[in-house]
């Protein structure tokens, strides 16, 4: 197994991880260990009792309602509705808000601008905290060192992941954390811009990679603690070198904006529209400056390598080798 001296990993490592656990969790936390089921349970109403206390109390403190039950039950509703008519991929629901008649825009940016994240928020610490109650940690840890098998001691690591369920590899993170502690509007609200109340999370929800690049170079630009939130030196060093750069867990998929844009056509990809295109974009960059050398993708089917090789061509990505994923033994 090569090693390697750079890797960038995005929710497909997580949900490795995360269907590991699962397996060997008890019955009555299964739900627990997918952001998906956790939102199908909350839209039944069926987390646990102290979930739902937090819930009320979370949402009370964050949405100013004088009856935090009623405020639970209103967004659980809302949450229900989407799900039953978009189903639960909310990046892709995200990128709607673009193209949505009037009405639907107001419904997709209550959810997705707000409900959402603090119930993505949530679900990240609370399911920390619950793998530390459970398991000690002991497999996070085990996970992380199976991943450092790969790697040289001086890796540079980076995820665009908001959790910590791997951070026993001690990764920057490009696109911010989720707040721990959460409990009012500025344990989640990184800064005000503009003029009409708009405002940046402690971690980065754009609907497609141009808005996250956006996004991300005006706070680079604009705000003197943007480090303290967000780990931008990928981004930004004109030092880093890198030889073999690990690509695992992301599957750069076209934002739903993408697909009403026009013209369009099903299957072909648009630079700006890939959700992290931004990511694609500076691995271009970097080849092209010579920072850095190969990069392998690491694909999930034949469908996922067929995906890479229109985004090496499209982004001009030089150095390349693509490998099965199951060739990585990442175990907790």
């Given at each position: 197994?090569?090693?390697?001296?750079?890797?960038?990993?995005?929710?497909?490592?997580?949900?490795?991880?995360?269907?590991?656990?699962?397996?060997?969790?008890?019955?009555?936390?299964?739900?627990?260990?997918?952001?998906?089921?956790?939102?199908?349970?909350?839209?039944?109403?069926?987390?646990?009792?102290?979930?739902?206390?937090?819930?009320?109390?979370?949402?009370?403190?964050?949405?100013?309602?004088?009856?935090?039950?009623?405020?639970?039950?209103?967004?659980?509703?809302?949450?229900?509705?989407?799900?039953?008519?978009?189903?639960?991929?909310?990046?892709?629901?995200?990128?709607?808000?673009?193209?949505?008649?009037?009405?639907?825009?107001?419904?997709?940016?209550?959810?997705?601008?707000?409900?959402?994240?603090?119930?993505?928020?949530?679900?990240?610490?609370?399911?920390?905290?619950?793998?530390?109650?459970?398991?000690?940690?002991?497999?996070?840890?085990?996970?992380?060192?199976?991943?450092?098998?790969?790697?040289?001691?001086?890796?540079?690591?980076?995820?665009?992941?908001?959790?910590?369920?791997?951070?026993?590899?001690?990764?920057?993170?490009?696109?911010?954390r989720f707040a721990n502690?959460?409990?009012?509007?500025?344990?989640?609200?990184?800064?005000?811009?503009?003029?009409?109340?708009?405002?940046?999370?402690?971690?980065?929800?754009?609907?497609?990679?141009?808005?996250?690049?956006?996004?991300?170079?005006?706070?680079?630009?604009?705000?003197?603690?943007?480090?303290c939130y967000y780990d931008?030196?990928?981004?930004?060093?004109?030092?880093?070198?890198?030889?073999?750069?690990?690509?695992?867990?992301?599957?750069?998929?076209?934002?739903?904006?993408?697909?009403?844009?026009?013209?369009?056509?099903?299957?072909?990809?648009?630079?700006?529209?890939?959700?992290?295109?931004?990511?694609?974009?500076?691995?271009?960059?970097?080849?092209?400056?010579?920072?850095?050398?190969?990069?392998?993708?690491?694909?999930?089917?034949?469908?996922?390598?067929?995906?890479?090789?229109?985004?090496?061509?499209?982004?001009?990505?030089?150095?390349?080798?693509?490998?099965?994923?199951?060739?990585?033994?990442?175990?907790?």
């Amino acid at each position: 197994m090569n090693k390697y001296d750079g890797l960038i990993y995005g929710n497909g490592l997580t949900s490795l991880l995360l269907n590991q656990l699962q397996i060997v969790a008890e019955p009555k936390y299964k739900y627990e260990f997918s952001i998906s089921d956790f939102m199908k349970a909350f839209s039944c109403d069926m987390i646990s009792f102290r979930e739902k206390k937090e819930l009320q109390i979370l949402f009370h403190n964050l949405f100013d309602s004088e009856l935090a039950t009623n405020t639970y039950e209103i967004y659980r509703w809302y949450i229900a509705r989407l799900i039953e008519k978009e189903g639960l991929d909310f990046e892709q629901i995200l990128g709607k808000t673009l193209i949505a008649s009037e009405e639907e825009k107001e419904t997709y940016n209550s959810i997705c601008n707000s409900i959402f994240p603090v119930l993505y928020n949530y679900w990240g610490n609370n399911l920390k905290g619950l793998i530390a109650a459970i398991f000690k940690n002991d497999y996070l840890h085990s996970f992380a060192l199976s991943i450092r098998e790969i790697l040289i001691e001086t890796a540079h690591i980076f995820t665009t992941n908001f959790d910590a369920f791997t951070d026993d590899l001690y990764p920057k993170h490009l696109h911010g954390r989720f707040a721990n502690p959460l409990k009012n509007e500025n344990d989640l609200i990184y800064k005000f811009y503009g003029t009409n109340g708009d405002y940046f999370y402690k971690f980065l929800w754009g609907h497609n990679g141009e808005g996250k690049r956006q996004f991300i170079y005006y706070m680079h630009n604009h705000f003197d603690d943007v480090d303290c939130y967000y780990d931008l030196d990928f981004f930004f060093n004109n030092e880093m070198s890198i030889d073999n750069l690990l690509i695992f867990g992301m599957g750069f998929k076209n934002s739903a904006y993408s697909s009403s844009i026009s013209p369009y056509e099903e299957g072909v990809i648009h630079k700006g529209f890939v959700i992290d295109d931004h990511i694609l974009l500076r691995l271009s960059e970097l080849q092209r400056k010579k920072q850095l050398n190969n990069v392998t993708f690491a694909y999930y089917s034949e469908k996922d390598k067929a995906r890479y090789s229109e985004l090496i061509s499209l982004y001009e990505l030089e150095r390349t080798t693509l490998v099965p994923s199951y060739e990585f033994d990442f175990r907790i």
